[in-house]
């Protein structure tokens, strides 16, 4: 099975059982510095929006106007019912063709280390282009390197894919982005990189 369908199912099948997890982890500190950089009323693309709580929901309600994508059905479902301000599309991250310079924000938290690391590039050139010119590129991915696949992420199979984070980080810049905060978390007592970066 490819990868992405893997995941897909595994989020398909856990639902809420992950918007009960979701809540342990808070990202406000971060949510509250990227506000500072961002226009009023700005446009924010979610990647990975999963049920649109906590990172969606910020935003619609800071005025801001969001669009979510996410490769689970019941992800996008829950997310519309959590958020029904935001837009929500079911698509793969590989896949985003929105235009050119269409958004002043991209997050991507927990949701980049689920697709495979030799895709991480390519996502993040993607995210460059659907930037505007100084727009902010938030995201985090584990701190571990390789390839991982658990069987019991709260009951189901998942797959986890990062690079060590200097190579993340080196990712990043090669795509052109200016680094403005990069550093190893601890969140919801998880660690992951963070990277806030602006075009
Ligand atoms: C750990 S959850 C994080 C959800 C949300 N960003 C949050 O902060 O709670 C990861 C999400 O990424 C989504 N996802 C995984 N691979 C994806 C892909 N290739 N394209 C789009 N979404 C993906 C999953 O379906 C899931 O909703």
């Given at each position: 099975m490819k990868k992405e369908e893997l995941v897909r199912k595994g989020y398909n099948e856990i639902g809420q059982k992950y918007m009960d997890y979701r809540s342990i982890f808070s990202n406000l500190k971060e949510l509250k510095y990227i506000l500072t950089l961002l226009p009023e009323n700005g446009k924010i693309l979610d990647v990975g929006c999963g049920t649109g709580v906590p990172i969606a929901r910020y935003f619609v309600d800071k005025g801001f106007s969001v669009t979510g994508i996410d490769i689970s059905e019941t992800m996008i479902e829950l997310a519309e019912q959590n958020v029904s301000e935001a837009k929500f599309y079911r698509y793969d991250m590989n896949d985003l063709d929105f235009p050119e310079l269409s958004f002043d924000c991209i997050t991507a938290i927990y949701s980049l280390f689920h697709a495979p690391k030799e895709k991480h590039f390519s996502i993040l050139e993607n995210f460059?282009?659907?930037?505007?010119?100084?727009?902010?590129?938030?995201?985090?991915?584990?701190?571990?390197?390789?390839?991982?696949?658990?069987?019991?992420?709260?009951?189901?199979?998942?797959?986890?894919?990062?690079?060590?984070?200097?190579k993340t980080l080196s990712l990043v810049k090669e795509a052109d982005f200016n680094i403005l905060f990069e550093e190893i978390l601890d969140r919801g007592e998880e660690l992951h990189y963070w990277i806030i970066a602006q075009k």
């Open positions: 460059y282009r659907m930037l505007k010119p100084k727009g902010i590129l938030f995201f985090c991915i584990g701190t571990d390197s390789g390839d991982y696949y658990g069987d019991d992420f709260l009951g189901s199979e998942m797959f986890w894919s990062n690079y060590p984070p200097e």
